[in-house]
């Protein structure tokens, strides 16, 4: 029998096994709080109690950031583990932590060694595996009730294992399962040890319907309480009687598992009842098959955007180095969303920020391994990817709302070393012509680098420098570390000094009052503060507070956070136990936790940094976040390094310290649609590479890319040659000025998808699959991408090339430049793209807001608007505008604000507003083209009043200039 055949038998054997008993013997999920009596009434109320902090601090962080909460961060050190076990279900635990039917719990037995016949009937693609440890041999996993058989692998990252899991294998069987309208709960009970230390024997298994398009299950410890990410999330908003769902949740009692089933279309969408499930103290191991090998997400990881399914294994565990292939990065992102053979989508969340290894194989399957917490996965139904990030960032936090002037060009680099060698390269990128709105400084601008300083010799005036560029409508963004240096003399320095007093350094231990002591950038050592810590927040402040009172800086860039120590540990090591040593440590670098890191036994507020080391640059995010509010009265801005879901919420990111070369340029384009997929829009990297010396061919063409990042910045190493672009001579200069310039033309449009991302979780920058999920030719596109669902990005990513090739989806596509039609759809194309020219593609059926471009944000923000409508082979097209004043926290909430919709249908455009409420700027239309008009156009008027304009018949573009129409009253332009 070929592999082929086997994967078919396996299939239809688990499908039989799945549908064979009959409707009453299907849990399905159902709760109906109607049916509840009063006393389960009364105990939700009472638990509602309990829980209000932290549901509290969610609605706080997602819609207010309201003042009286500045200073408290109190929902990081609720013990989310004591609130576990009185969260709100209809299946909860008695006061003594044991279900109410009670359960005889034996020692369990080894797992009956398999018979060849279970295990020749596992081919390799469905082998799941069961001794993941360096030392497995065939007697040890023999031991453990598995399957030997050495193979020849075929994937440079992970091989088919040797030892792997028989087609019967199970651990725990179900008991006590419950069901009611809402949810489906039940026990697993342990039946064979899994040769693994502290194997958990009482699992409680939940699932919620929390909404029709999303499902919560939750596996946890029953009889002691386990951590959980101390992080919030947004309950459902309103509570719907009845449920319509679209997804089935099934368990079998006969297998361990359980299977998520879209109700539409009959697809498993999620299905653990194979692979071994296991879930000892710090070993976690769950297995679902996939529908289809379509896989994107799961993160911080260089890759491409479709993963292959060839045995690849990503681990998070955030770590400070450069970006390579088979590497733990910057961030954790334990989300993917799967593509379905039918176009349909779904993504799932793994809500766990403990470290661990996601290894996918091309059953297609794949398997979540960490080595502390619980289960809480969240499954969205989508169907489209749109819906599914949507879905995702209502759960999480939608993104944050820039400030108008981060949508400009940054520069910056590691080196400059003086105030005055600042001012010479931003000088000279002024001059140039080159549109430039904010300028940053890396460690150098500090006093001894150490944070909240900077240097009075090599920056003398920086606090006049800055306000200088702040009275020509730029803006300073300098970095800020988290360290602390800790080897001052008592008062040299107060951010020491008052982190002491506030006891907001993470300790060396559980049992120690001591800071826990490393070393990053500081000259001697240095401490953490600890974010999760009920001072932490007003400590921040105050630093800040006192920061900008000597340097007014319009926002911070907060790197090192993940968080990053030259020592491995302490100084002088990290002790012995099963924190630092776990029984199966992921496979991150070096293959040591604490490599370049804390150790995981340091202590802080919400627990070990064993279980929130992930979480380290989020909450940093967090308390950075409150504290330019604050401090700022304004929007604030943060780019961070470290990243958690819900990141997106509070701040940025870029992708850390990339290569100067061709391939880091080409996988920047993943790593930007993969954080917009994770709900964190505002993301870039650096433009022209930060380690390795670039080149004028290279910069030229990042240039042009990193002009279409959502997060636009030009950053080097300080051991490089400058890169900014005069520095690399004219062809760069052009390039820089000729891409830069389309950029700032296209604010309106790039400032309302950000709004769209912070109101609906839409993604800013996105794959051409999100637009076209019916296309399988999108699925793997990575070398192109689209903002919004409107404009297409073409860069050249190879050396030398003069020209670069597109694939064009279904439908019209206008070129950007001409306004030429490209192409009508379904069709690969070789387009002509000199050095200094990025291809643009406009989609028929969008009509795009422009504004004409100058220096800065501020000056582009005076000129009037323009609209750009490409007609669809209907020949109609839609559009938006949200304008405020770009810079105030509650311009939306507080109706300040002024939005319009823009339709075309037949031989007229409207222009429509919905909503005016900021009058400090007019909304002058200045000019229309209006692109794909089929028909010859002899008169054209402005609400009934003729205007001038122009038409060319050969490329059927009409052009109408020197307007001064007020949109916010309503404009019909018409034409015959």
Known sequence: MDDASKIEKHLLVQSKNLDSFNDTSIYTMHWN????????????????????????????ILRAFGKSFLCDNSYLNSNWNEIHAEFDSPFRLNSQGSSDIALELKTPLPHPKPSSEVCYDVPEELRFDCFPLSNASEDKCSERGCCWKSTISSSPDLGVPFCYYPSNYGLYKWDNISQNERGVAGNLVLKYSSGYVDDILNLGVEAFFETNYRLRIKIYDRENRRYEPPVPVTEPKDFVEELSTEYEFKIDPKKTGFVVKRRATGEIIFDTTTGGFTFANQFLQISSLLPSP????????????????????????????????????????????????????????????????????????????????????????????????????????????PPFWSLGYHQCRFGYNTLNRTKEIMGRTRDAGIPFDVQWVDIDYMDKRRDFTYDKDNYFGLPDFVKALQLVGMHFIPIMDPGISNADSNGAYPPYDEGLEMNVFIKKNKNSAEPFEGKVWNPVSTVWPDFTHPNATEYWINQIRRFVEEVPIDGLWIDMNEPANFYNGAKEGCPDNSLENPPYTPRVVDGHLQHKTLCMSAQQYAGAHYDVHNLYGFTETIATNFALTEVLKRRPFIISRSTYPGQGHFGGHWTGDVRSDWGDMKKSISAILNFNMFGIPMVGADICGFVQNTTADLCTRWMELGAFYPFSRNHNSDDTIDQDPVALGPDVVEAAKNSLLIRYSLLPYLYTLFWRANQYGETVARPLFFEFPDDRSTYGIDVQFLWGSSLMIIPVLDPLEQVVTAYFPKGLWYDYE????????????????????????????????????????????????????????????????????????????????????????GSALEISPKKIGYFDEHLKLGSVRILGIQSDVVNVSLNGGKVDFTYSKPDKVLIVDNLSANMSDGITISWH
């Open 33 to 60: 709080l109607r049916q509840r009596d009063r006393n389960t009434v009364a105990r939700k109320i009472i638990i509602c109690g309990l829980s209000l902090a932290f549901l509290l601090l969610a609605l706080i």
């Open 294 to 401: 379509y896989l994107y997400g799961i993160g911080e990881q260089q890759d491409t955007l479709l993963h292959s399914t060839n045995w690849k294994q990503f681990s998070l565990f955030a770590h400070d180095g450069v970006p390579a292939d088979h590497m733990n990065l910057y961030g954790s992102h334990p989300f993917y969303l799967v593509m379905e053979n039918n176009g349909m989508s779904h993504g799932v969340f793994l809500k766990n920020s403990d470290p661990m290894d996601i290894i996918i194989q091309p059953a297609p399957a794949i398997t979540f391994r960490t080595i502390g917490g619980i289960f809480d996965f969240y499954i969205f139904l989508g169907p489209k990817p749109g819906d599914v990030v949507s879905q995702y960032t209502e759960l999480i936090g939608r993104p944050f709302m």
């Open 818 to 905: 001409t306004f030429k039609l490209m192409s009508e759809g379904e069709e690969i194309m070789d387009l002509e793209s000199p050095s200094g020219k990025i291809r643009l593609a406009i989609r028929g059926g969008s009509i795009i807001p422009t504004q004409s471009p100058n220096v800065t944000t501020a000056r582009t923000r005076l000129s009037p608007f323009e609209l750009i409508a490409a007609l669809d082979e209907e020949q109609k097209a839609c559009g938006s505008l949200y304008w405020d004043d770009g810079i105030s926290i509650d311009s939306f909430m507080s109706g300040k604000y002024n939005y319009l919709e823009f339709s075309s249908s």
